[in-house]
């Protein structure tokens, strides 16, 4: 049984991640300080740690033998990124400074990180595609750290292959709807089903790139099995751009309610941005994903019996 270290599991993603990979058939070892996971999250069949991944003291508690590691233990809000800079660094980039140190001691294979969109801030001059030749330039405390992240990574690549997952806006079941900070499909689908009454922070014009969890479950996977993607930087997005605005009127449709509210936006939020998916069409076979109203239908069918 192939051993591998997955950190995170107690959050949205690494949950997803963490159970797919135990039913394949690995034997999976999982971290998380639970500081924004919870363990109900936790799938039930795998080795779980509870552990600071900023505080590497702690690390010779994880038991020795994973071939790779996959990095989604981080703090996920842009927003709450400008209330605590030191926080986000610490919980984003010293976790992965000290992960990439463990790794390469123990002769770890690669490490497949959870790195944004965020890296990349306002586009100007190309409509919002982002393509991962373009030189990041983020406007957020939170793009700042997955960013230096990244500069790590790639520092120590000759000791430590590394494969970095640029996600865009990734949505679906597992979700936390009590958390309004993170996540804009989350936040605005929880407010209709509890408030009957969404509150947008931002402009309706501004557009982001919707991935279902699924597709982002499948492209890890991809990463780990593919060595041609080792050393890359790559976008998992749908390659498609949607409004906020529309949006917004799917989500009311599907959760049949007819009020809103704009307010001022958050701090430096990005105006509009999308996936350029040829890279990770090429290496993560990311070349069907799954529609953005198929995606809210799926999830709302299990938000209005999780929430
Ligand atoms: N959700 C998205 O749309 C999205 C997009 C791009 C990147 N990401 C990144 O993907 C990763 C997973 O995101 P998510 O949406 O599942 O967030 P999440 O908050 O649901 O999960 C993150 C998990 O990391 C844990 N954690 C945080 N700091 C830790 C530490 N120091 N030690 C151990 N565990 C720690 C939290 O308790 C939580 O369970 C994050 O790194 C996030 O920045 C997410």
Known sequence: ???????????????????????????VIGIDNLSTGNSSNIPSDIDFLNL????????????????NILHLAGQSSG?????DPAKDLEKNTQSTLNLIKYGIKNDINKIIYASSMSIYGDLDGNSGLAS??????????????KLASEKYLNLFKDELPFISMRMFNVYGPGQDLNNL???????????????????VKGSLSRFRDFIYIDDVVDAWFAALKNEEAVNNKINVGSGIKTTVEDLLKKIMI????????????????????????????????????????????????????NI
Request: glycine share 10%; hydrophobic share 35%; net charge positive.
């Open 52 to 67: 600071d991944l900023a505080n590497a003291s702690q690390f010779n508690r994880i038991p020795k033998g994973s071939l």
């Open 79 to 83: 927003e709450l990124s400008f209330h």
């Open 254 to 305: 599907i959760s049949g309610i007819d009020s809103y509210e704009v307010v001022s936006g958050t701090p430096c939020d990005q105006k509009g941005i999308y996936s350029d998916s040829k890279k990770s069409k090429e290496l993560l076979n990311m070349k069907q994903t799954i529609s953005l109203d198929e995606g809210l239908n799926k999830f709302y069918n299990w938000a209005k019996n």
């Open 181 to 199: 900070k993170q996540g804009m499909v989350s936040i605005y689908l929880a407010q209709a089903i509890k408030k009957k009454k969404i509150v």
């Open 132 to 145: 991962e030749n373009l030189n990041p330039n983020p406007k957020s405390c939170y793009g700042i750290s």
């Open 1 to 27: 049984m192939e051993r591998i270290l997955i950190t995170g599991v107690g959050g949205f993603i690494g949950s997803h991640i963490a159970n797919s990979l135990s039913k394949k058939g690995f034997h």
